[in-house]
């Protein structure tokens, strides 16, 4: 037979363990948070890189220093075909290493 102290430890026991598993929710999601904010910055360090660390072909660096990007951070957010100089190649070239570049981080 079961008494009713045992049911009441038992239903602190259960309220005590929503509790830890609510605690630890939420210090998971703040943990995830704040690994995304350290990959955006660290990404964004990374692409203090002067764009020379792309590779890209003399023609597309020129270009694109001559229209004033000089950091890879500069190519963010930007529409390439307002580029002059820039054809559907060098664009398709460029987007390459800035994947390619990107996915090593």
């Known amino acids: 037979m079961v008494s009713s102290v045992n049911i009441e430890e038992n239903i602190e026991n259960v309220h005590k363990n929503i ?5 630890m929710r939420k210090l998971r999601e703040e943990l995830v948070k704040k690994f995304d904010d350290y990959r955006v910055t660290i990404n964004f360090m990374a692409a203090d890189a002067p764009i020379g660390a792309l590779c890209l072909p003399a023609a597309t660096e020129r270009i694109l220093i001559d229209n004033g990007f000089l950091r890879i951070y500069d190519l963010f957010n930007v529409d390439f075909t307002k580029i002059k100089g820039l054809g559907v190649v060098r664009i398709r070239d460029l987007a390459a290493r800035i994947d390619q570049f990107l996915s090593m981080l």
């Open 19 to 23: 509790e830890f598993d609510m605690q």
